[in-house]
């Protein structure tokens, strides 16, 4: 009877998991090719690579990586309830836990950068997995495509020297800077390493955030004298 139970909830999460995937790829078809469903499926396999050594509640867990960007604000006029509203209606028509949707939403809603430069948010162990798994995805050198495909679609400045790099301690300046693509390094992604919530994503976080100082220094040396005509 209890291996019974066990299976029906294996096919239970099997089942919601499916169904969340096609919801996602549907919704995202059309995205900005940094924030599409191949970004969501990398942070969703990142997810589960950290839950390998890290304890969390599974369900939450994959539900809120795969739904974490299903509407991001910075495509919605800044909008950052409407994400969190169209993950609660679709885990609503699944006639899931209110408890476990609260759950979900609670990691979608804090675990962006922006939101950690001024919020002082609880932790849950969820919120620490997801958010180390976003985060991964923003570093090495898929974060150095993904910044500069968004750098392209923003028609952002790939480097100006006369514009340096500036360090963002509040959810505002970040969110209107429009500073060149190569500040961005400097103001978030050679940040990221040391945020890192849970060991095995620190220890996924060296090897990419070396890959961005090489890269980097191959860069500028490319560049060269920025004072010369």
């Not at 299976?7 to 599409?36: M, W, Y």
């Not at 304890?55 to 539900?63: G, S, T």
């Not at 991001?72 to 993950?87: R, V």
Request: hydrophobic content about 40%; aromatic content about 8%.
């Amino acid at each position: 009877m209890q291996d019974q139970r066990k299976t029906e909830e294996k096919n239970s999460r099997h089942l919601i998991i499916q169904k969340t995937i096609d919801f996602v790829k549907a919704t995202l078809h059309d995205a900005e090719a940094g924030h599409d469903w191949w970004h969501i499926r990398r942070v969703w396999k990142n997810t589960q690579l950290i839950l390998k050594q890290h304890q969390a509640d599974r369900l939450v867990c994959e539900l809120a990586a795969l739904l974490h960007d299903v509407a991001d604000a910075k495509f919605h006029n800044g909008d950052e309830e409407i994400g969190p509203q169209i993950a609660t209606k679709f885990l609503q028509d699944q006639a899931l836990d209110p408890a476990l949707i609260s759950q979900v939403v609670y990691v979608i809603r804090h675990l962006s950068y922006k939101n950690s430069l001024e919020e002082s948010t609880p932790r849950t162990p969820e919120l620490d997995v997801v958010q180390d798994a976003d985060r991964l995805d923003a570093m090495g050198a898929i974060g150095i495509a993904r910044a500069f495909h968004y750098g392209g679609y923003k028609n952002r400045e790939i480097y100006n020297p006369a514009i340096p790099a500036q360090i963002h301690l509040d959810k505002e300046s970040y969110k209107t800077s429009n500073a060149p693509t190569i500040n961005h390094f400097h103001e978030k992604l050679l940040r990221l390493k040391d945020l890192m919530n849970t060991s095995s994503a620190k220890q996924m976080a060296e090897q990419r955030h070396i890959f961005m100082e090489a890269f980097l220094q191959q860069f500028y040396a490319e560049w060269g004298d920025a004072n010369e005509v």
